[in-house]
């Protein structure tokens, strides 16, 4: 699925294409409907500055065992050592 929000809304909200990714992925993370690997693909970031985006607004962190698996699985889907 795709959705277009034209500039004019952006405009008219005051924030750009990044910022509106970074604020659904911040309140889809609160609502625990993304973990934080899919919250951080989803604002275009890594992890660590999404753990820093969070930590500045003090959102508290949820990470639970099947997220680490999945940070691990993806990490070795990208044969990172």
Partial sequence: MSLIIPDE?????QMSETEMLQEIAI???QQERFTL???SNFAQMNQLEFQRLLANRK????YDI???REDVKTL???DWR
């Fill in 37 to 39: 690997g899919q919250a």
């Fill in 76 to 78: 070795k889907l990208n």
């Fill in 9 to 13: 809304v952006l405009q008219t909200i």
């Fill in 66 to 68: 099947a997220e680490l």
């Fill in 59 to 62: 959102i508290p962190l949820h």
């Fill in 27 to 29: 309140m889809l993370f």
